[in-house]
């Protein structure tokens, strides 16, 4: 099993802004398609942002133009920089890696968006 340990939630207010960090430990992570999930409570976990071995990226509608992600394959780490937060941001954002027929997740790291 590939760990990977999401960092960087909190609480923020409204318009604010945080970075959250998806470690993995050394494998083929330059390899990978990497993604951030989130799961807000009584809903389905969804897609938030993707990043291909190619830096090729999409989003979901509801944070284009707001969140960014990106990766770092020196340091085996991907990011998402999330401004403009609004309350319905509020979830937990788990990372996942996909490397061919493996897949893994984070344990996820809580955002909170309130004033």
């Known amino acids: 099993q590939v760990p990977l340990v999401e960092s960087g939630g909190g609480l923020v207010q409204p318009g604010g802004s945080l970075r959250l960090s998806c470690a993995a430990s050394g494998w083929l992570f330059s390899r990978s398609v990497m993604g951030w999930y989130r799961q807000a409570p009584g809903k389905l976990r969804d897609l938030v942002a993707q990043?291909?071995?190619?830096?090729?990226?999409n989003y979901a509608d509801s944070v284009k133009g707001r969140f960014t992600i990106s990766r770092d394959n020196t340091k085996n780490t991907m990011f998402l920089q999330m401004d403009d937060l609004r309350p319905e941001d509020t979830a937990v954002y788990y990372c996942?890696?996909?490397?061919?027929?493996?897949?893994?997740w984070g344990q996820g790291t809580q955002v909170t968006v309130s004033s």
């Open positions: 996942r890696c996909i490397l061919g027929v493996s897949d893994y």
């Open positions: 990043i291909t071995s190619g830096d090729s990226t």
